[in-house]
């Protein structure tokens, strides 16, 4: 062979290769998992809406996801990169999560309960109704099987341990919260969805029958009978699967019924919407609180333990369950620490702080105390 052929068959070889990875890349993030961007009726919604600015959703008071703070300063590139390369000491549990699993289909109907199942998942039982919030039973919170993998021990329970399932509600769309393999396990038991703006274009790709898609801006109200009110409030946090940033709104909710008001946060960090939310309600009886995965740098999207604290105040909590941890590592802080933090920086509160073991019942209708499985 000669030399122009060479070097031709080289770049011919280089462009296939370049084309087949291309290809496979293209492949990869056109798979259901990664979802659509709004379109139609739904982007006519979300334009309408007073929090979206031409091509993408913003805080009550603008943010930016990192922070220059205490000498701090890196870029998501950087931040990913200490992650993923950085020492890993004590981001995960020397072994096994404990757990205390609750068997969903043997609790009394009219039970007003809840159960924690580790990172954002929670189970709730309100009015007899049945309602599931970010469910996450894969054993990774990202797209790719490397990465964000679950504590051991942490992955107790999966599609087949539901019944049937009144509300399915999910705060935004993040991989940790909003999980493909388990939203469509649980598919055949959900009679709704209930979302913010945007998010509901995920479920209807993945084959929901929009009228089975309940998805309203902040500060809106449903009723689901049974004197059960889901009211849809405003966090401060970022939302997006990919490259778009802020496509969709993110989103806390409140459960009220005559006996009891619930609140849980979803992902955010620390702002005023606290303390307007305590005062529109008169409180909650019990609040699940983002508490962990935090960093000084980024602490304007995810709450530091003392913010959590101030936050579970404002909101006039009487008591708080941590959510957002116990189950991934997503920064660089001990696996462990969010619940020691927020037990110090709970000290003297005028709440009362809860921390269950993953699957460990929580009766709304009596006192109760947990050990400090953590320590």
Not at 3 to 30: D, H, Q
Not at 58 to 76: A, I, Q
Not at 260 to 280: A, N
């Amino acid at each position: 062979m000669n030399r122009r052929n060479f070097i031709r068959n080289g770049l011919i070889g280089a462009a296939g290769l370049t084309a087949l990875a291309g290809g496979g890349v293209f492949y990869y993030i056109n798979r259901p998992e990664f979802g659509r961007l709004p379109s139609g009726e739904r982007l006519k919604k979300i334009l309408a809406s007073p929090h979206y600015f031409g091509d993408h959703f913003e805080c009550l008071t603008p943010v930016t996801v990192m922070s220059e703070e205490e000498g701090e300063r890196e870029n998501r590139v950087t931040a990913t990169l200490k992650f993923v390369f950085g020492d890993k000491k004590d981001l995960s549990p020397p072994g096994s999560i404990p757990s205390a699993k609750t068997n969903l289909r043997e609790l009394p109907e009219n039970l007003d309960c809840a159960v924690w199942m580790g990172h954002s998942t929670i189970y709730l039982q309100l009015a007899g109704k049945k309602i599931l919030l970010d469910p996450v039973f894969s054993s990774y919170a990202s797209p790719v099987f490397f990465v964000n993998r679950a504590f051991p021990g942490s992955n107790i329970y999966s599609a087949t341990d539901f019944p049937e399932l009144d509300v399915l509600a999910i705060t935004h769309d993040h991989w940790d919260h909003l999980d493909y393999p388990s939203v469509m396990a649980l598919k055949p038991k959900v009679k709704n969805v209930l979302c913010a703006l945007g998010v509901g274009e995920y479920f209807e790709q993945w084959g929901f029958p929009p009228e089975k898609i309940i998805e309203h801006d902040w500060d809106s109200v449903i009723e689901f009978g049974n004197n059960l009110t889901a009211h849809i409030l405003p966090g401060q946090h970022f939302s997006g699967r990919f490259l778009t940033p802020n496509p969709t709104e993110w989103c806390g909710f409140a459960f009220v019924t005559p006996h009891r008001k619930i609140f849980c946060s979803g992902d955010g960090g620390y702002g005023s919407h606290f303390r307007e939310i305590g005062e529109k309600f008169g409180g909650f009886d019990f609040a699940f609180m983002e508490n962990g995965q935090y960093n000084k740098a980024w602490h304007a999207i995810h709450c530091l333990p003392n913010e959590t604290a101030d936050a579970s105040e404002d909101i006039l909590a009487r008591n708080v369950v941590p959510i957002h941890a116990g189950k991934f590592a997503l920064a660089r802080h001990a696996w462990n620490a969010p619940y020691k933090d927020l037990t110090a920086a709970s000290f003297g509160r005028s709440y009362k702080l809860l921390t269950p073991k993953i699957g460990e019942l929580i009766d709304f209708t009596r006192e109760q105390n947990f050990s400090q499985w953590f320590t």
